[in-house]
């Protein structure tokens, strides 16, 4: 066994679908030419997931390049470049503030520059940016690069509504699976314990043990001692789950912020998991339903978003200003951003193209409270109407 393998102490119950867990240890084989990790995306979760991954680059050189390059959107700070400061006081003082960052990740604001050479892209950036950066990607990237999406939320258009990991692989041309776990970015960076999932198909052109990345590969990659990777072959179920938790803790955010109380919060979280896995089940039949209840990107992932995510902290203001959804992202998040806001927008547009808006009640009453000014105490009313609609 590696040495890398040694300290990583993986068992081959992380690394299989399901959730037996196993003893037995599994080898983790040195890189022939060790991979090179680029993380594109820079913000609160982005660089988080980014002290992640170079702290694992750096524990195991015979698996990794230690050197891990972030793209940064650049921005100006008070007169200074944020990857000047990052590169020099290991600090991303806008998005991650007072957290320090390993010496071996290096901020880069040149996207192309940044993915030179690379074999392991690491795409965290907000779910709109995707097409853009994917656009400049486009013939910069080998198609032997392998991808991890740890983005939440969809992408609809033309072809339907898309995971962001199969948008990534048609664009780019390259094998993409997730990351998605009950993983609020703070407490991540402030290496509190917490759970997450990967999911990855290993594709048909693998090249081979040491060659190519692995379901071992990417436990090495993403797991540290405050941050417990489950790794298994459900791409579109933890996917789905991430995404549309969110427009679930927007409901969460309006009875909270009306004063209702737990109660009401958790009969929005009953109802939305059921929305969730019932457009698992009509629109990505592959994804399995015990994701859903076993993997912490399932319901994990529901209960922490909706206990202390930035939607639900947006939807409670809406609630109790009276402002509407952008004014309260604005005020709250310094830049960062509530993705159910535009998730709900592309749910509901993808549900109205297939005539199926009345079999997600709640996801529609979402929709129509951010975008049509819906009064949010019709909440449990708009709920059960539709309901009755689709008798
Ligand atoms: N923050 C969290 O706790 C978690 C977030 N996620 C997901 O991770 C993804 C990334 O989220 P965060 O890193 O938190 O981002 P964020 O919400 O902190 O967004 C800010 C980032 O967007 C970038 N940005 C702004 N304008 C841009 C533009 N025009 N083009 C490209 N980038 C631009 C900023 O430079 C910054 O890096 C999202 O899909 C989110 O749902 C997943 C788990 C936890
Ligand atoms: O995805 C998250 C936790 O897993 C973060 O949710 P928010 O984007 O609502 O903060």
Redesign the pocket.
């Known amino acids: 066994m590696s040495a890398a393998a040694d300290r990583l102490n993986l068992t081959s119950g992380h690394l299989n679908a399901g959730r037996k867990r196993s003893s037995s240890s599994v080898s983790l084989k040195a890189a022939e030419k060790p991979f090179k990790v680029t993380v594109i995306?820079?913000?609160?979760?982005?660089?988080?997931i980014a002290k992640v991954v170079a702290e694992n680059c750096k524990g195991y050189p015979e698996v990794f390049a230690p050197e891990v390059q972030m793209w940064?959107?650049e921005?100006d700070i008070n007169g200074e470049k944020l990857t000047e400061i990052i590169n020099t006081r290991h600090q991303n003082v806008k998005?991650l503030p007072n957290i320090t960052l390993p010496d071996n990740l290096v901020a880069n604001p040149d996207l192309i520059d940044s993915v030179k050479d690379v074999d392991i892209l690491v795409f965290?950036?907000?779910?709109q940016?995707l097409p853009?950066?994917c656009g400049q990607l486009k013939g910069h990237v080998s198609s032997h690069v392998r991808a991890i999406s740890?983005?939440?939320?969809f992408e609809v258009g033309a072809k339907g509504v898309q995971l962001l990991s199969s948008y990534i692989t048609e664009n780019l041309g390259i094998q993409c699976g997730a990351l998605?776990g009950a993983?609020?970015?703070?407490e991540v960076a402030q290496e509190h314990w917490s759970e997450t999932t990967v999911a990855y198909h290993i594709p048909k052109d693998f090249r081979g043990e040491g060659k190519d990345v692995d379901h071992k590969v990417l436990k090495a990659l993403f797991h540290r001692p405050y941050f417990h990777v489950s790794v298994i072959e459900d791409v579109a179920g933890i996917s789905i789950c991430?995404a549309l938790k969110?427009v679930v803790a927007l409901g969460c955010g309006f009875v909270e912020g009306l004063g209702w109380g737990n109660n009401a919060s958790a009969a929005i979280q009953r109802v939305g998991l059921g929305e969730i896995i019932r457009f698992g089940q009509m629109f990505f039949p592959e994804s399995r339903e015990e994701t859903y209840y076993q993997e912490s990107a399932g319901v994990a992932d529901l209960i922490t978003t909706c206990a202390g995510?930035?939607n639900v902290k947006v939807a409670r203001l809406m609630a109790t200003s009276g402002k509407d959804a952008w004014e309260c992202e604005k005020e709250l998040?310094n830049?960062?951003?509530a993705?159910g806001l535009i998730t709900c927008k592309e749910v509901h547009e993808w549900l109205e193209t297939c005539g199926s808006v009345e079999d997600f009640p709640l996801f529609e009453a979402v929709y129509q409270i951010v975008y049509n000014n819906y009064p949010m105490k019709n909440l449990p009313d708009m709920i059960e109407e539709l309901d009755l609609h689709g008798e």
Do not use: D, M
Request: aromatic fraction near 10%; charged fraction near 10%; charge should be positive.
């Open positions: 995306g820079s913000g609160n979760w982005g660089t988080t940064v959107f921005e998005y965290n950036i907000p779910h940016f853009r950066i740890c983005l939440k939320g998605s993983n609020i970015a703070t991430g969110n995510g930035r998040l830049g960062q951003s993705q």
